[in-house]
């Protein structure tokens, strides 16, 4: 029993420190507000707008796959330095760990979590032909190139023929 002490002790001054900031920030808040108090600190610039948008919750996914890559860095290191003492049942428990994490990672992509690119859009093939394309692009206001004399004696006389 006596080895939980450090960790009651640690848990007791955590819970001390949490309801003593809540006091003090309730003790410290300002009574009178107003509104250059409530106003947005931006660097000594006053914000004469509000801001364009809401951050995208793809924001808050990469953030939360950050945070899961990196609790599984602080659970290998210490499995690292005792991977021979722990055995086989050691190294099935971290590949169980992993292959979660990985799972995980590979549905937040399959997602679009890291999608930060202009949404594509789909874009309607049409099969080009020759007429379709002159059509397309016009033939209005260009120049015709110049053709040999042989080439301009078309049928109907017309060197776009």
């Known amino acids: 029993m006596a080895q939980y002490l450090p960790l009651l002790v640690m848990l007791i001054l955590a819970a001390l420190f949490a309801g003593l900031s809540f006091f003090a920030s309730r003790l ?7 509104t250059a108090k409530a106003a947005p600190y931006e660097c000594g610039i006053v914000p004469d707008r ?3 948008e809401r951050f995208p919750v793809r924001f808050y996914l990469v953030a939360m796959i950050f945070i899961i890559f990196d609790i599984e860095i602080i659970f290998l ?5 005792i991977y021979r003492d722990l055995g086989a049942f050691g190294l099935w428990e971290m590949l169980v760990f992993a292959l979660a994490v990985f799972v995980s990672f590979i549905y937040l ?4 979590a890291l999608n930060w690119g202009p949404v594509a859009k ?3 093939v049409v099969e080009r032909t020759a007429s ?5 692009v016009g033939v209005e206001n260009r120049k ?3 053709v040999p004399a042989a080439a301009a004696t078309s049928p109907g006389g017309d060197p776009w023929a």
């Open 50 to 52: 509000e801001p364009a």
């Open 122 to 124: 789909r874009v309607q």
């Open 144 to 146: 015709p190139p110049d």
């Open 132 to 136: 379709s394309t002159v059509r397309r």
């Open 109 to 112: 992509i399959g997602h679009g």
């Open 28 to 34: 410290m808040a300002p009574q009178r507000p107003t």
């Open 77 to 81: 290191f210490p499995w690292a330095v």
